[in-house]
């Protein structure tokens, strides 16, 4: 497409970028006679409407912001079915590139650079705009070390390596937030997240969370341990590591409330760790200088000095130097160096300033789950910077472990409600389960702390969970003598559960007999409970010879007697004979076992005889 001229005007000299939506080349504006970068949508996505219409609305959006930190939009078009928007051409580089040249970058200069960003951020924020893709790719570095970023409120690029939630992208999955990875709404606080995730890899050469799968690597932002920065670069304060830890909090409202607060928080750094006043780079293109006060900087705007008002004035600042030279270090009073306060009370913060010379000034209270109630979680100046007797020492002191509210996960499933709890910080205490009527199996019946009540974050959160309505409750049948294969038929029918099988040899059993079972029979047990048995190896037991005497009734002329055995070969006929009435009966009969021998007189039982 380079050489193509768009509405006679743009003229698109080369190819210098390509991504999922869209490429971008270098071009002329005809008219102001100057090089501008050209975005042109590509054709697969031109000819969709859902695509062109979020092209045309955000880009438009993007195109009303104007800031120094920012690739500004000058123009954006349309040409039969090509759709294009017309930026500043930056001639530099992308902090990924610099990143993986130099990585991890020095201090001073990521945390300029974090700066920067949040710069643009503030602008656009304010201007109701939101990123959504903030990245090291999208972070455009000109060669005088201005910071600009890129692809503000555009659509983003379709990769592997970017997350979808409903057919709608939402960012890169390596910076990605939570609140994006769950497809919730997104608020300023989302671009503070993935702001975190870019110092992070700065400071380290490593992203934050990383896997094979971007699925994986999602999950990852929602459920696990924000890393340390100081675990892989020792040499990041510990001031600066939790403003990266902040910025990154799960929950959006554990976060920085602004791009302007995380910048601020970031100055503050600077003036603690490298200078009070300017920051030169060893390369020499940024500069950063500590802003003037009100008053002073509107005198200096206003005054300009003529050049021998300037010469006189060299001249008195020389002598007054030779004069501050003489006078040495009592002209401005004795200096002491800033004591170690980061952990301590206020009360011995003040103690210690005191025999000093030096004067504590609590600049703020922030809540903090690491930090006592009242004591210093930050100072001004780092331990050991000298300054003069009398200097008041700026600390951020905490006002304890901010409470969290419970979440109600009472009728979750018990994945959702574990799930819930760890989005809110707190984590899965002990587990139980009962019947019940009301809650379908697997629902969380109660929990405790109750959802509502407020809670130190980390704290665990015990759940109730039910298994069901109350089965039936059924009757244990008696298996003891029976086959394996009967035992196993019965249990069916009674819905109940064959279990383990444990085989032994017995001469009491036959092979294949049960004889034993781990739930006594007569007992009362839950529908659908295990059963487990013990079945006989064999060899069994031996036969014995017994001899059964008895004397017949006289009401009857003649009686047919019956003699049934019931041993462990299980139960049968062995002996069928009619005898006269008052006759004394001798039987011998073979058992196995021991069991019963049933004596029947006309089809009537009359004696049982235990074996």
């Not at 939009?73 to 930056?90: F, L, S, T, W």
């Not at 791009?259 to 490298?274: G, M, T, V």
Request: net charge negative; hydrophobic share 35%.
């Amino acid at each position: 497409m380079a050489g193509t001229i768009l509405h006679d005007r743009y003229e698109l000299l080369e190819k210098i970028g390509e991504g999922g939506m869209s490429i971008v080349y270098k071009a002329r504006c005809r008219i102001l006679d100057r090089i501008v970068a050209v975005k042109v949508l590509k054709e697969e996505f031109a000819r969709d409407e859902n695509f062109v219409h979020r092209f045309k609305t955000e880009a438009l959006a993007a195109a009303s912001l104007s800031h120094p930190n920012l690739v500004n939009i000058y123009d954006v078009g349309q040409q039969d079915d090509c759709y294009y928007i017309v930026m500043e051409y930056v001639q530099g580089q992308t902090l990924k590139e610099l990143i993986e040249q130099q990585a991890p970058l020095p201090i001073d200069r990521a945390v300029d650079i974090a700066i920067m960003i949040c710069d643009g951020l503030h602008h656009a924020h304010e201007k109701g705009i939101i990123h959504r893709d903030i990245k090291p790719h999208n972070v455009l570095i000109t060669d005088f070390g201005i910071v600009k970023v890129a692809d503000f409120g555009i659509a983003q690029a379709i990769t592997k390596q970017t997350i979808t939630f409903g057919g709608n992208v939402v960012g890169s999955v390596q910076y990605i937030s939570p609140e994006q990875a769950k497809g919730e709404p997104l608020t300023r606080a989302t671009d503070i997240y993935s702001v975190g995730c870019v110092m992070f890899e700065m400071l380290t050469g490593q992203i934050p969370y990383d896997a094979d799968s971007p699925i994986t690597i999602a999950l990852k932002h929602i459920h696990d341990d924000i890393p340390s920065v100081r675990a892989l670069n020792p040499e990041v304060p510990v001031g600066l590591e939790g403003i990266i830890t902040k910025a990154m909090q799960k929950l959006p409202q554990h976060r920085f409330s602004t791009a302007e607060e995380l910048r601020n928080a970031l100055l503050n750094i600077h003036n603690q760790y490298f200078s009070n006043y300017t920051n030169q780079h060893k390369n020499g293109k940024t500069l950063i200088m500590a802003p003037l006060s009100k008053g002073r900087g509107q005198e200096m705007a206003k005054k300009k000095l003529r050049p021998a008002a300037a010469i006189a004035l060299l001249a008195i600042l020389g002598l007054f130097l030779g004069v501050i030279n003489g006078l040495s270090g009592s002209f401005f009073g004795e200096e002491v160096e800033v004591p170690h306060l980061v952990g301590k009370s206020i009360k011995e913060a003040d103690q210690e300033l005191s025999k000093l010379g030096l004067k504590l000034k609590i600049l703020s209270w922030q809540y903090d789950n690491e930090v006592e109630k009242d004591h210093i979680i930050s100072q001004q100046y780092v331990e050991g910077f000298s300054v003069k007797k009398g200097r008041e020492i700026e600390v951020v002191v905490s006002k304890g472990t901010q409470l969290q509210k419970v979440p109600d996960v009472t009728g979750m499933d018990r994945s959702a409600a574990e799930i819930e709890l760890r989005n809110y910080g707190f984590r899965v205490g002990k587990i139980d389960k009962t019947y019940d009527e009301k809650y379908k199996e697997n629902q969380v019946i109660s929990q405790e702390p109750r959802g509502g009540t407020e809670a130190e974050p980390g704290e665990y959160v015990d759940l109730m969970i039910s298994e069901g309505p109350t089965p039936e409750r059924i009757t244990m049948p008696d298996l003891i003598g029976l086959k394996l294969e009967k035992a196993r038929e019965i249990l069916r029918k009674h819905n109940l559960q064959l279990g383990e099988i444990t085989k032994q040899e017995s001469d009491a059993y036959y092979t294949d007999q049960v004889m034993d079972q781990d739930t006594e029979a007569g007992v009362l047990i839950d529908e659908n409970s295990i059963v487990n048995l013990t079945v006989s190896l064999g060899p069994g037991p031996a036969a014995q010879a017994r001899s059964l005497v008895f004397q017949l009734p006289q009401e009857q002329d003649f009686y047919k007697v019956v003699i049934k055995v019931n041993d462990a070969r299980g139960e049968r006929k062995v002996y069928d004979q009619m005898h006269e009435g008052g006759d004394q009966v001798v039987v011998g009969i073979s058992h196995f076992g021991t069991g019963q021998a049933e004596i029947q007189l006309n089809g009537m039982p009359y004696r049982t005889i235990n074996l």
